[in-house]
């Protein structure tokens, strides 16, 4: 039986990419070595790690001015080397978090420890939206009411919540809201490459690798370069951006195995005819899914409101404790595997990022279909 992998990340990887990393992994490019064994210093490395880089620019349409940088410590230790390192770009010394779901309050909760942060938007209230009730953490602030210092260093959100299922289809246009001045930090971890991005007023992205990147222990950055130079005395000379930079991701050795995937990833990217093509893709396996849902009769339920349903992140629920076990259960029988909603949340998720073929979200949807017609 085949299987086909729902996890929200670690996550599937590109078919395609693993049956070339499993033929490359003891003799890389007649080399006689694997990546993995072989210097961080090496022409052969330094081959890899330029292509990964300029494929990840070329994919993203990374204007001039942005450096992209490999790091460690996930997007976690994001959440306190963005304060530590661009803190310090303005006088205010100030930040703005927008609260859109448990990824974005952790990153905001760090942050507080480093400076004088606030909260600019939140949505963990209830709120009624053109008659429609919402949960806490089921929609989005507008960006009109957001309460941002124009003065701030940085404003930070999260685009993509990967455990309500959450997405920020489209940045903020930072000058029709009047903050021009302030750039964004955006964790992308949960769909960076899933779409083109626009970058005005963008000031760093970053994203753990683990869900559309490569396999876990990379950390990709695009930092706005006029942001590096401002980074706190006290921040590890590891993680100060600057040194990353100046480096080339090599100021200690970097997970070089990790950036080999990555990179191979990138050429699948590219190959499938880039980020327009896989977002089509993307936004056709969702709508199979997100249909299915809201012609069910109430039966699967997805409680994000609708604009902001997440194409890589599809949660919903069922009407009892009993069906939803049993859901799991039948799924995992049938092949359909990481289906269980993230344990604060409970529920199904059913993660679909670039690496899952539309025919694994079409054998989830009969699936469904059956068990509707059966428990339904
Ligand atoms: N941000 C988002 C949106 C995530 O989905 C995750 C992990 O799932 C993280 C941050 C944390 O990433 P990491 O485990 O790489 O620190």
């Not at 992998?5 to 693993?18: D, T, W, Y």
Request: contains cysteine; glycine residues 8%; charged residues 20%.
């Amino acid at each position: 039986m085949g299987v086909w992998n729902f996890s929200a990340g670690p996550a599937k990887l590109p078919k395609p990419v693993l049956e070339q990393a499993s033929s490359e992994m003891l003799d890389w490019n007649s080399s006689g070595i694997s990546v993995m064994e072989m210097s961080h210093r090496s022409a052969e490395y330094e081959q890899i790690l330029q292509n990964a880089i300029s494929d990840f620019k070329d994919l993203l349409g990374v204007p001039e001015g942005y450096s992209v940088l490999f790091m460690q410590g996930g997007a976690t230790a994001q959440n306190a080397l963005i304060p530590l390192n661009i803190l310090g770009s303005r006088e205010s010394k100030k930040a703005g978090y927008v609260l859109t779901g448990t990824w974005s309050i952790k990153s905001h909760k760090e942050a507080t420890k480093y400076g004088d942060i606030s909260v600019v938007a939140s949505n963990q209230t209830d709120i009624e939206i053109d008659g429609v009730r919402y949960k806490p953490g089921m929609w989005m602030p507008e960006f009109k009411d957001w309460e941002l210092n124009p003065n701030s260093s940085y404003v930070h959100l999260c685009s993509n919540e990967t455990i309500s299922g959450l997405e920020l289809k489209e940045l903020p246009n930072m000058k029709e809201f009047g903050f021009a001045d302030v750039p964004m930090v955006v964790d992308m971890s949960s769909h960076i490459l899933s779409r083109p991005v626009n970058f005005d007023g963008v000031g760093i992205i970053y994203a753990g690798a683990q869900k559309n990147l490569g396999p876990a222990g990379v950390t990709v950055l695009i930092v706005r370069d006029d942001l590096l130079g401002f980074t706190e005395s006290n921040c590890p000379s590891v993680f100060n951006y600057e040194n990353v930079k100046n480096a080339n991701s090599g100021f200690n050795t970097p997970p070089t195995y990790a950036i080999y995937i990555c990179g191979l990833v990138f050429q699948w990217l590219r190959s499938k005819g880039g980020l327009l093509a896989i977002h089509e893709q993307n936004i056709a396996k969702a709508r199979t899914l997100y249909d299915l849902i809201d012609k069910s009769n109430g039966f699967y339920k997805n409680e994000v409101q609708t604009k902001y349903r997440s194409d890589m992140n599809v949660t919903f629920t069922l009407p009892t404790e009993e069906l939803h076990n049993l859901f799991l259960k039948e799924t995992k029988a049938n092949g359909l595997l990481g289906l269980k909603g993230h344990k604060s949340v409970g529920g199904i998720r059913a993660s679909i990022y670039n690496a899952m073929p539309i025919d694994g979200v079409k054998a989830l949807a009969e699936f469904m279909d059956s068990f509707l017609a059966q428990y339904g």
